[in-house]
Nanobody, 123 residues
Framework: DVQLVESGGGLVQPGGSLRLFCAAS?????????MGWFRQAPGKEREGVAT????????EYADSVKGRFTIFQETAKNTLYLQMNSLKPEDTAMYYC????????????????WGQGTQVTVS
């Protein structure tokens, strides 16, 4: 079975940084077309944070995180990352790793597989 396992979340003060990790298994990382990070805060809809083509290339970010967050990957390690800098209280949310096999890669597209999430709290 495909599994996505997030880690790296925690409590950080405003202005601080965290790096999130997503370890993929069940498939080779390159079997996915698109990888992404999403988040959901209490009382809010889940929103796309960032996506990247698994084969390398174009990335996409939500306007709210541009210039602060960076999505990147190490295909040989089957690992996706989200580097989060200049964190704000409004970044507090459960962060989810997602993988898609379709022919479209966007923070607005559909993803096949989801991790269980890792909590990020900025306060």
């Amino acid at each position: 079975d495909v599994q996505l396992v997030e880690s790296g979340g925690g409590l950080v003060q405003p202005g601080g940084s965290l790096r999130l990790f997503c370890a993929a298994s069940g498939y080779t990382y390159s079997s996915f077309y698109c990888m992404g990070w999403f988040r959901q805060a209490p009382g809010k809809e889940r929103e796309g944070v960032a996506t990247i083509y698994s084969g390398g290339g174009r990335t996409e970010y939500a306007d709210s995180v541009k210039g602060r967050f960076t999505i990147f990957q190490e295909t040989a390690k089957n690992t996706l990352y989200l580097q989060m800098n200049s964190l704000k209280p409004e970044d507090t949310a459960m962060y989810y790793c997602a993988a898609g096999t379709g022919g479209y890669c966007s923070i607005y597209s559909w993803f096949n597989y989801w991790g269980q999430g890792t909590q990020v709290t900025v306060s």
